[in-house]
């Protein structure tokens, strides 16, 4: 890998050719050709971060990016060269600690992405080598190699098909992982090859890789008998990609062209970058204020101790005369170390144990998203994953959700619910719904009238027998994967009290679209029964069980432009009939239009019920008419050059003049409370746009069926069919459709208010947005450069300012660059990505957050995933309570940390106003390094993984709450002057309130006065009791954690003071706090200027508090208000419902009343259930 990349960087690798030819087998083409052997890249897939040699300096490198963590480094390096009033270890300790323990955290975590990559490398597979079958790791297959793969195993590499068991030379495989298609495709062998694969000899030439899924282009050479050798063309229906999975095929023989991180699959991915949330974004700007308030200190006390010593006498006193070296030293070199002697002094205003304790809160933390049993899915007996717990508070910042469709929003199993014959409607019998028009609904649900007339019902249901390309798959034993059983369409509907027999044998389909599947077993529920495909013969059991037979002469595929697909069968009777079906807007234009109107409305009525509606017509051909069309046909295909535009003339030539039968309509079912979940993030103030691969009417009816497009949604199409319209080049239609968007949903819409999504009220108009792949590449890369610029802004303000917005057609890489251009937009919004499959894996990288679906479609997504859940629904959950209550508590955690350091500093600044600038610490050096260590710590982590301060239920029943804390709004800058304000108030209290205490100079019984250790060691247990209490008045969610931690640390405060001071330690040189803290407490007036100033300190707030809860209106929406802008009242923390230790009181809190009493509790003994729907 590492010899790739360098080769790359100095030009020296195959990419300067525009092609790579391989040798299948590793055989050569002729014996007489010198070969020189081309270096491709391994197998192996990477997506780990480090290595075991690069772990340690890359891991360091990206901690010392910090800034916290850079400084403290120089603060030591300082402490260690420069002789500074406190030891280096007061400031190498915790450095060292926070070092290690996230080194800990982030190798642990790469180590599981190791253990994933492990699972694909060395995955065993078959490779054919001289002749035989031996088995390897998947990382050691060669470009060359022939690679045997047996039916449901995954293709380990791109390879060419070669060989295949059956006896049409096609296999099927599932590209789910890829395109998020779980249908089976058909792919073809190379022609006329070597039914031998140990006596094949030919070369392959083909392009260099490029990501683009549905492009190849090549050529095999086969040499035989020294004879000129043959070529035969190679396209991507030849070619298996890495990831797709082999189905109903025994076994095939491909030659692998691609490997590694060249495959499609691999190129696809984006690359790995550090994602760093908005909270470490926000601590680095407050880091740099509070590192700005350091450096004034360190100069204020620097010119102000050299002003002092200016003053006669005060420079060189009788009883401190300084020594010669002293004397010869120069003065700017002198005022320059006692700058840095004061910064060292001061340095622990910049909370270093901070960033410990918020990687120790992430870490932890995520493990209350594992343990949350309602993220379990008992069908795989899986729960939620986290991947990177860094990004646990960005959860509660989502502005903009980019989902896929397939399997994310549906869960691609489409259902036929009913049709529609010459305007008469037939329904299931278990359909439940109002009905327009003509219906044969009133008599007997499992019979069909026959008020269509029979002869229309049979030939709309031959229709849906015959134009598909559908495949049954006979077997005993059934697969379970993507293979639909028709034994369960069989339900006795009948005609005239006739059964429908079922098949004898067990049958299941496959085909390329779900929907197909679905109409043929609709088909089969009203007496149709499709028995097949053999040698060109399609075979249908008719409602009297006789078998009938159809020729099929060609087949008109399905493409994005046309939207429809025929086929042309002939009967035994020898007519030759035109079946043709396909979207509305379609068909309609070419059948005859009095046979319209029967069969509009009951299509735009399952269109807005968000049905996926197929119109059915067909046409007679001629011989005449049909050899003319089966002559254009033979030589389109036969066309090197246009072949699409050659074919397409045919196919519109033929698709004319058609008559109309019907029309169907087919759901795709949508995963689990997926509506109910989209609706609630839009709710919660973010902006939902759909990313997929499918067709778009089969997106848009997912859309309306999620309710992201409503019945009043005007629909703003900028698609190649749009740009089409209107006989004007493409460029110049884009840049018009942009600009009348732009004027219709920016210049014309009335100023929207922040936060709304949706406009209930009927003067204003939803808009909803559509873009397919194509018409996205001429928005990003236009002809003229001057555009990109002008095209990319008038896209973006269009899509923000749409409810919903839909991108179809979309290939892996666009995905990707939808999500950046986004993110990059003005403001920088929190986007995140969802998806299930491989073909997600770029946006899942490319997003803020990433969450990969544990769902059928492998298990790409979730490896590369920050964040992995069961189903849909639960991202509701994930977001709404998990994302609110993690950004909440983290944001407290912050704030706080700011605020006990400037409590704990502010006094040390003061006292050297009163020391002769000195140096002077006040505090002890065992002070130092364990008030942020030992003494504050563990509370406010507690504080941080279990308070709670809105029950979970309301959160998800209430989306509107998570707005009040969108665009990180507790980590602006009002709340943090909030927090700094109240630290300066605090370290004035402590300072000046002990120094009115020594006014008095005998505080002992003996008369003995307190020295400098004693005053610092006052201040000390005042600052740790405050703070300390300050978080418990702010705890709404009290467990036996948190009392055991809160009261704990005072306690081992007091009994680490009481050892440390009362013994003689051997290592110590001077021992400055012998006996201080036990001689402290012996006096009373120490006892109560403690007492006296912690009530001080907290007075205000508790009267603050007893004010709001007596003239505040009890909503929690103005709790949440006020939390935000920094109120003295509510601090906003919440709990996991997913620690087992808590579950009893948060099953108690959902939905409970407060109790009359709880208001008449002590605060710090109120339970989580009084708390919880408390407003203060």
């Known amino acids: ?30 014996s007489n050709e010198a070969i020189i052997p081309a270096k491709f890249c391994d197998n192996r897939i990477v997506s780990a971060k480090y290595t075991v040699w690069n772990f340690l300096p890359k891991n360091l490198f990206e901690q010392f990016r910090r800034i916290a963590n850079f400084y403290f480094l120089i603060i030591f390096l300082v402490q260690v060269i420069v002789d500074t009033p406190t030891s280096p270890v007061t400031s190498g300790i915790p450095l ?61 590499c791109d390879l060419i098909l070669l060989q295949s068991c059956r006896d049409d030379d096609t296999c099927f495989v599932t590209t789910a992982s890829l395109d998020g298609e779980s249908n089976h495709k058909t792919h073809y062998t190379v022609p006329d090859i070597e039914k031998d694969l140990d006596s094949l000899n030919a070369t392959i030439e083909c392009e260099q890789p490029q990501p683009d899924l549905y492009k190849f282009v090549g050529r095999m050479h086969l040499y035989t008998n020294n004879q ?55 601590i680095n700007a407050f880091l740099l204020v509070y590192l700005c308030i350091l450096v004034s200190k360190a100069l204020v006390c620097t010119t102000l101790k050299y002003v002092w010593q200016g003053k006669p006498g005060q420079d060189e006193p009788w009883y401190n005369e300084k020594t010669q070296k ?58 939620a994953l986290v991947n990177t717990s860094d990004l646990n508070e960005e959860l509660g910042q989502v502005e903009y959700v980019f989902t896929d469709k397939t399997g994310t929003l549906t869960q691609n199993n489409m259902e036929f619910i009913e049709c529609c014959i010459d305007g008469f409607q037939y ?13 044969v609904t009133d008599g007997p649900l499992n019979k069909l009238q026959q008020k269509a007339g029979r002869e229309r019902e049979e030939l709309f249901l031959r229709a849906l027998c015959l134009c598909h390309t559908v495949q049954v798959k006979e077997s005993t034993e059934r697969s379970q994967d993507q293979v639909d059983g028709l034994t369960d369409g069989v339900d006795g509907l009948g005609v005239d009290g006739e059964g429908i027999h079922p098949p004898q044998e067990q049958i299941g389909l496959i085909a390329s679209s779900p929907d197909e599947v679905a109409l043929v077993k609709g ?115 036969l066309a090197l050059q246009d072949r699409e535009e050659r074919l397409m003339a045919v196919y519109n030539q033929l698709e004319t003049g058609m008559s109309l039968i019907g029309a169907t309509a087919v759901e795709d079912r949508l995963q689990e409370e997926a509506a109910e979940t989209m609706e609630a993030l839009q709710g919660a103030g973010m902006k939902v746009w759909v990313l997929t691969g499918d067709k778009m009417e089969t997106a848009k009816s997912t859309c309306y069926a999620c309710r992201l497009f409503q019945r009043n949604t005007e629909l703003l199409e900028l698609t190649v069919r749009t740009l089409d319209e209107g006989g004007r080049r493409r460029e110049e239609r884009l840049h018009d459709l942009l600009t009348e968007y732009h004027k219709k949903t920016v210049q014309d819409a009335p100023p929207a208010k922040a936060g709304v999504t949706r406009s209930w009220s009927s003067s204003n108009q939803d808009f909803g947005f559509i873009i397919d792949g194509a018409t996205l590449s001429m928005v990003l890369n236009p002809s003229t450069e001057s555009n990109a610029k002008l095209y990319k802004s008038l896209f973006l303000q269009i899509c923000q300012n749409c409810t919903a917005v839909l991108c179809c057609r979309m290939a892996p890489l666009q995905k990707a660059q939808i999500v950046k251009m986004v993110k990059n937009s003005k403001g920088s919004p929190i986007t995140l990505s969802i998806g299930d499959g491989a073909n997600d894996v770029s946006m899942i990288l490319e997003a803020h957050v990433g969450i990969g679906i544990k769902g059928k479609e492998g298990r790409q997504a979730v490896r590369n995933s ?311």
């Open 427 to 439: 329904r299931y019998q278990d359909a439940n719904s109002e009905v327009d028009g003509p219906c």
């Open 1 to 30: 890998m590492l010899r790739r990349r360098i080769n790359r960087l100095l030009g020296r690798d195959e990419r300067r050719a525009d092609s790579r030819t391989i040798n299948v087998g590793h055989r050569t083409g002729t």
């Open 523 to 637: 088909a089969m529920r009203y007496g149709f029964t499709f028995l097949g495909l053999e040698s060109k013969t399609m075979k249908i059991r008719n409602r009297n069980n006789d078998v009938e037979m159809y020729e099929l002469l060609h087949v008109l595929n399905f493409d994005p432009v046309r939207r429809r697909m025929s086929v042309i069968v002939r009967a035994k009777s020898g007519d030759t009939i035109l079946f043709c079906k396909g979207a509305d807007s379609s068909i309609f234009p070419r059948v005859r239009q009095e046979e319209v109107e029967n069969i509009r409305m009951h299509v735009e009525r399952n269109a807005k019920e968000g049905y996926r509606t197929l119109c059915v017509a067909y046409k007679c051909l001629s011989a005449e008419e049909y050899n003319q069309a089966d002559k254009g046909l033979k030589e389109a295909r």
């Open 228 to 282: 000129e050798p043959a070529v035969r063309s190679l396209g991507p229906e030849n070619l298996l990609l890495k990831g797709a999975t082999l189905k109903n095929t025994q076994r095939i023989f491909g030659v692998a062209v691609y490997t590694g991180m060249e495959t499609k699959m691999a190129l696809n991915y984006q690359g790995k970058s550090q994602k760093r949330s908005a909270v470490e974004k926000s």
């Open 866 to 1176: 920050d964040y992995a859940i069961p189903k849909l629904m639960h991202l509701k959950k994930l977001l709404l309570a998990h994302g609110h209550l993690y950004y909440v508590r983290i944001a407290h955690l912050v704030q706080y940390f700011f605020y006990k350091n400037l409590c704990f500093i502010l006094p040390q600044f003061l006292y050297q106003f009163f020391c002769g600038y000195s140096q002077q610490p006040l505090y002890g050096a065992v002070y130092l390094t364990m008030y942020n260590i030992c003494f504050t710590s563990m509370p406010i982590l507690a504080y941080s993984l279990l308070e709670q301060h809105i029950c979970i239920q309301d959160l998800l029943d209430n989306a509107t709450l998570y707005r009040v804390i969108a665009k990180n709004a507790m980590l602006r800058w009002r709340p943090f002057l909030y927090w700094t304000l109240l630290g300066v108030f605090h370290g004035l209290l402590f300072f000046f309130g002990v120094r009115f205490l020594f006014s008095n100079p005998a505080l002992q019984d003996n008369g003995q006065v307190f020295g400098n250790w004693s005053y610092g060691t006052i201040v000390f247990t005042v600052l740790v009791l405050t703070v300390t209490l300050k978080l418990a008045l702010d705890t709404r969610h009290w467990t036996w954690i948190n009392h055991f931690v809160i009261w704990g640390s005072l306690a081992f405060y007091v009994f680490f003071s009481f050892l440390w001071g009362g013994t003689i330690w051997p290592f110590l040189s001077q021992q400055r706090l012998y006996f201080v803290f036990a001689n402290m407490l012996s006096s009373v007036s120490a006892w109560l200027v403690i007492i006296l100033l912690v009530l001080l300190s907290l007075l205000p707030e508790i009267l603050l508090v007893v004010f709001r809860k007596t003239h505040s209106p009890n909503t929690r929406q103005e709790t949440e208000r006020q939390s935000v802008y920094g109120s003295l009242s509510v601090v906003m923390s919440s709990v996991s419902l997913a620690s087992p230790f808590q579950k009893k009181l948060v099953q108690s809190s959902v939905g409970g009343l407060q109790s009359p009493q709880s208001s008449a509790r002590p605060l710090l003994m109120r339970t989580f259930s009084d708390e919880s729907n408390t407003v203060i």
């Open 326 to 383: 002293e004397k010869d030293t120069n003065l700017y070199l002198k005022m320059f170390t006692d700058f840095l002697s004061f910064m060292v002094l001061f340095n622990f205003i910049i909370p270093v144990s901070m960033y410990v304790t918020v990687e120790m809160q992430k870490f932890l933390g995520s493990y209350f998203i594992t343990w949350d049993q309602d993220f379990f899915d008992p069908e795989i007996e899986e729960g």
């Open 96 to 156: 060292f600690f926070v070092i290690t323990v996230t080194a800990i955290k982030q190798g642990y975590e790469d180590w599981l992405r190791h253990k994933a990559d492990n699972e694909v490398n060395k995955y065993p597979v078959t490779v054919l080598e001289d002749g035989l079958r031996i088995r390897k790791e998947s990382e050691k297959i060669k470009v060359g190699d022939v690679v045997e793969v047996e039916e449901d195993e995954t293709f380990p």
